[in-house]
């Protein structure tokens, strides 16, 4: 299996644009994750899906940030408008639960990110 | 609230040396815990994680650590480290919300000399 797909591997852009990160799970995985990686805050839990179904987002910022899942193949983060304040390296990962929302000790399985710089 | 502290945000050793990563957890509950590594510029990577049963766990790249309740730690080993161990490590609890969400530390930066 190729892993978690994320694109692009870098964003640059300007202060105000719209940003869209795309990231492809694991065939035939059911939980979906996004992540973000601030030197000041670590690796903070954005918004997590089940079955392309968003389950839990109250990791998410503000509300110029959204996330949407419209297949298990596919899910885009989006920020719009973006501050610099949203550089970071987002991950993506994802994980097969047994049943239901799986169990806490699934293993997650992650992308290799995006660095996002906004200027 | 379940949490994990990683005592040292970096550590140096010699080719071959033991290297030592540690990771203490808060927890009400049994705890079930993670090491993942992260190498430049890549994603993290499970290292190995302790869910229930044998307190030593053992992981990838020759990787252990020890689960021990009474000094609530689950410090990650290794006996002779290589240049390719250095990386970013990792230490995480996972808190059931109705899903699996993993908390992480703050991180151990491992440096490998010659």
């Known amino acids: 299996d190729a892993g978690v797909i994320q694109s692009p591997r870098h964003e640059v852009t300007e202060m105000g644009q719209e940003v869209t990160l795309r990231c492809k799970p694991i065939?035939?995985?059911?939980?979906l994750f996004w992540y973000r990686q601030t030197m000041m805050r670590g690796l903070e839990l954005l918004i997590y899906?089940?079955?392309?179904?968003?389950?839990?987002d109250s990791g998410m910022p503000e509300d110029r940030f959204s996330a949407k899942m419209p297949n298990a193949s596919f899910s885009t983060l989006k920020i719009q408008p973006s501050e610099p304040r949203d550089s970071a390296v987002y991950f993506c990962?994802?994980?097969?639960?047994?049943?239901?929302?799986?169990?806490?000790?699934?293993?997650?399985?992650f992308g290799p990110g995006t660095r996002l710089t906004v200027l | 609230a379940q949490s994990v502290t990683q005592l040292g945000s970096h550590v140096s050793v010699s080719e071959g040396a033991l290297v030592l990563l540690r990771c203490n957890y808060s927890?009400?509950?049994?705890?079930?815990l993670f090491w993942y590594v992260q190498y430049p510029n890549q994603g993290l990577q499970l290292l190995l994680k302790?869910?229930?049963?044998?307190?030593l766990v053992k992981g990838i790249n020759g990787f252990e650590a020890e689960f021990k309740k009474s000094e609530t730690s689950f410090h990650l080993t290794k006996p002779s480290a290589h240049m390719s161990d250095a990386a970013e490590y990792f230490c995480?609890?996972?808190?059931?919300?109705?899903?699996?969400?993993?908390?992480f530390g703050t991180g151990t930066r491992l440096l490998v000399s010659p």
């Open positions: 990962a994802s994980s097969l639960g047994l049943a239901g929302a799986g169990g806490p000790t699934d293993t997650q399985y």
């Open positions: 065939s035939g995985h059911n939980s």
């Open positions: 899906f089940n079955n392309n179904v968003p389950i839990d």
């Open positions: 927890s009400s509950v049994p705890p079930y």
């Open positions: 302790y869910t229930t049963g044998a307190t």
């Open positions: 995480a609890v996972s808190v059931w919300k109705g899903f699996q969400k993993l908390v």
